[in-house]
């Protein structure tokens, strides 16, 4: 592991807040989600859903889910993978709602994630601890592709 591509890594993921989660069914059928998140110092992604969505069975059904975030301006991508599980802690709950509903934010206007909008159940709060991350970047002459957690 490189502690550069690790530093630029968490810097990247912390710019950005929009990711793209895959996950699978049972019986196989992928499904990818856009989802906006929050990430703590351990990698750990979470993010909010709700309870009625195909999203939220998949990771109940299999426990695991992929994301991805990545900036075309910067030709740079961060992809992982890991186990997704429900947090039930309410103070925990609470802290990583209130992190999600400040992300676009202003002084004068709330905001809350597109997923508050649709009818499917109550809020999830899914935590997903990453056991393998990889930061790539092309934008350097030379491409670039670390592995940061494995």
């Known amino acids: ?13 912390k710019e950005h807040d929009l990711a793209v989660i895959a996950t699978v069914s049972e019986k196989g059928d992928p499904l990818a989600s856009a989802v906006y998140y929050w990430l703590d110092e351990d ?7 709700k309870s009625k969505t195909r999203k939220f069975q998949n990771i109940e059904d299999t426990g695991k889910l992929a994301v991805v975030v990545s900036d075309e301006a910067k030709l740079t991508t961060v992809q992982g993978e890991g186990k997704a599980e429900v947090v039930k802690d309410p103070s925990t709950q609470a802290e990583i ?8 934010s202003t002084q004068d206007k709330a905001w809350f994630p597109p997923i508050a ?8 709060v899914v935590k997903c601890k990453v056991d393998h991350l990889q930061l790539s970047e092309f934008n350097h002459g030379k491409p670039s592709v670390n592995e940061v957690v494995s």
Request: aromatic fraction near 20%; charge should be negative.
């Open 1 to 13: 592991m490189n502690d550069d591509a690790q530093t630029r890594a968490y810097a990247f993921l």
């Open 43 to 49: 990698y750990s992604f979470y993010f909010l859903t």
């Open 97 to 104: 709602m209130n992190h999600l509903a400040t992300i676009k």
């Open 117 to 124: 909008q649709i009818e499917a159940g109550s809020f999830v």
